[in-house]
């Protein structure tokens, strides 16, 4: 018979999920433990029900890379019981199934944490920051997985995007920049991967960077396929990822790759982080910064990412529509950001409001489109002579405190896009913008009878995707 305590602890943790949950964390169950239907789950016998590593690993071979359903059952195993000797059990009892989802699911930074340790390693304990930097980086490779495998990647896909592998390297590195021994020094580079950071310095650490907890909710929702379609979803989930639209089928591979998409996403304003649209980019569109400036112009709020000839990828946040007019605009939700070689996101520092600037056609002022600095000396520039730019941030950007983003302190231009986000402004209808060949069916039946290509085709806006294209 369940102890007492036993049987509490369990109804606690149960009465935090839904009646619709609860039945869906139990036939989660009885098919991992190969139980058929849940009437039998009320008598003893089903209580004795329990889930092997090698049933685990059936159920999540595709959804999820077996080293994430190592670390899963790592995790539920952890779980003591009341009056069962810890750990010496190879299965996994409903009980602690079911407080393994609810403290994963509902639970605060304490409750996770030491599910979390045994996550990371096994034996629990001090823990390396190398045996961290694993865990996290299978973490952020699990997220793109399960997101790509259940098709919810929202019109971003695997084709469309960078490679993510660095990506995964990169944003891992980024959150584990966060980690903090006991007197607030933060270890980098090669001594943090030989540090040791105890249960409350990892805990401390699980608190301050949202992400783990949000990526371990998705790897759990959509790897075992439990909880992924109720109502309860926060917020952070169902951002993660903003929509896409614009890209689909223009044979367009962004210069973002997934982990930075999520991790400049959650950067944004929250009434901004539900859908990318791309403006520009100068594959489609073409090297002139006229171009640009068309595509660009009273779009609303935008992302400008750039890679230069040295492969460097970074950009900037403009919270505000561009204009063109000689003066600084823009608000203090602007940001500079770093993609490759490293992910990083710089916000203002309150020193100047010299946020964005655009400017095209003037004799007196500088012509370009810049973000952070000062004239001459910006964050990041474009000159109006459209390849050549300048990130001279040294040692840091007044603006952003961002350092030099690009290779070299003036670079070339390699490739560059825009990104509208959130809803497009009231002012940039599209109504009464057909090209010619809209306009004059004929016109376009001669060109093609003729067999001349449309030039004008790639150049005008995407129609708008509907929804139901994701």
């Given at each position: 018979k369940m102890g007492n305590a036993e049987s509490n602890a369990y109804q606690n943790h149960l009465s935090r999920f839904l009646p619709e949950e609860q039945s869906d964390i139990d036939g989660l169950f009885d098919t991992l433990s190969g139980s058929s239907g849940s009437s039998g789950a009320k008598n003893a016998k089903a209580a004795k029900k329990t889930v092997t590593l090698a049933a685990l690993q059936a159920h999540t071979r595709e959804p999820l890379p077996e080293a994430m359903t190592a670390r899963l059952y790592h995790g539920m195993k952890s779980i003591d019981l009341p009056g069962k000797s810890a750990g010496l059990s190879e299965q996994i009892a409903k009980e602690q199934f079911v407080i393994f989802m609810s403290n994963l699911l509902k639970g605060n930074a304490d409750e996770k944490i030491s599910i979390i340790m045994r996550m990371i390693a096994e034996t629990g304990g001090p823990l390396k920051g190398k045996q961290i930097q694993e865990f996290t980086e299978d973490l952020i490779t699990s997220v793109v997985h399960v997101l790509s495998y259940r098709k919810e990647l929202k019109g971003w896909s695997l084709e469309n995007t960078r490679d993510s592998s660095s990506g995964v390297k990169a944003l891992a590195s980024e959150l584990l920049s966060e980690l903090k021994l006991p007197d607030g020094t933060k270890p980098v580079g090669s001594q943090l991967l030989e540090t040791s950071f105890d249960q409350s310095a990892i805990e401390d650490w699980v608190y301050r960077v949202p992400q783990i907890s949000v990526f371990l909710s998705v790897v759990i929702r959509q790897g075992l396929h439990v909880l992924h379609s109720l109502p309860d979803q926060t917020n952070d989930i169902l951002?993660?990822?903003?929509?896409?639209?614009?890209?689909?089928?223009?044979?367009?591979?962004?210069?973002?790759?997934?982990?930075?998409?999520?991790?400049?996403?959650?950067?944004?304003?929250?009434?901004?982080?539900?859908?990318?649209?791309?403006?520009?980019?100068?594959?489609?569109?073409?090297?002139?910064?006229?171009?640009?400036?068309?595509?660009?112009?009273?779009?609303?709020?935008?992302?400008?990412?750039?890679?230069?000839?040295?492969?460097?990828?970074?950009?900037?946040?403009?919270?505000?529509?561009?204009?063109?007019?000689?003066?600084?605009?823009?608000?203090?939700?602007?940001?500079?950001?770093?993609?490759?070689?490293?992910?990083?996101?710089?916000?203002?520092?309150?020193?100047?409001?010299?946020?964005?600037?655009?400017?095209?056609g003037q004799q007196t002022m500088p012509n370009g489109l810049g973000m952070g600095g000062q004239h001459g000396y910006f964050g990041l520039w474009i000159d109006s002579d459209y390849g050549k730019g300048h990130s001279k941030?040294?040692?840091?950007?007044?603006?952003?405190?961002?350092?030099?983003?690009?290779?070299?302190?003036?670079?070339?231009?390699?490739?560059?896009?825009?990104?509208?986000?959130?809803?497009?402004?009231?002012?940039?209808?599209?109504?009464?913008?057909?090209?010619?060949?809209?306009?004059?069916?004929?016109?376009?039946?001669?060109?093609?009878?003729?067999?001349?290509?449309?030039?004008?085709?790639?150049?005008?806006?995407?129609?708008?995707?509907?929804?139901?294209?994701?």
């Open positions: 951002n993660l990822l903003p929509h896409c639209k614009g890209i689909k089928g223009r044979g367009v591979v962004s210069l973002l790759d997934i982990p930075a998409i999520i991790y400049i996403n959650s950067h944004l304003p929250a009434e901004m982080q539900h859908k990318w649209q791309l403006l520009f980019s100068s594959r489609l569109h073409g090297e002139s910064f006229s171009q640009l400036c068309a595509h660009i112009v009273n779009k609303g709020p935008c992302i400008v990412i750039i890679r230069d000839l040295d492969g460097f990828i970074f950009g900037g946040f403009a919270s505000h529509s561009w204009e063109v007019k000689p003066q600084f605009q823009g608000d203090n939700r602007c940001f500079l950001f770093s993609v490759f070689p490293t992910l990083a996101v710089y916000t203002y520092t309150g020193y100047n409001d010299h946020y964005m600037y655009l400017n095209h941030a040294k040692p840091r950007c007044t603006t952003y405190n961002s350092p030099q983003l690009s290779a070299r302190e003036d670079f070339t231009l390699d490739a560059m896009e825009v990104w509208a986000v959130g809803d497009a402004p009231e002012s940039a209808g599209r109504k009464g913008k057909k090209s010619i060949l809209d306009v004059d069916p004929q016109a376009q039946a001669l060109l093609e009878m003729a067999g001349k290509s449309r030039q004008s085709e790639g150049l005008r806006e995407p129609v708008e995707e509907d929804e139901g294209d994701d």
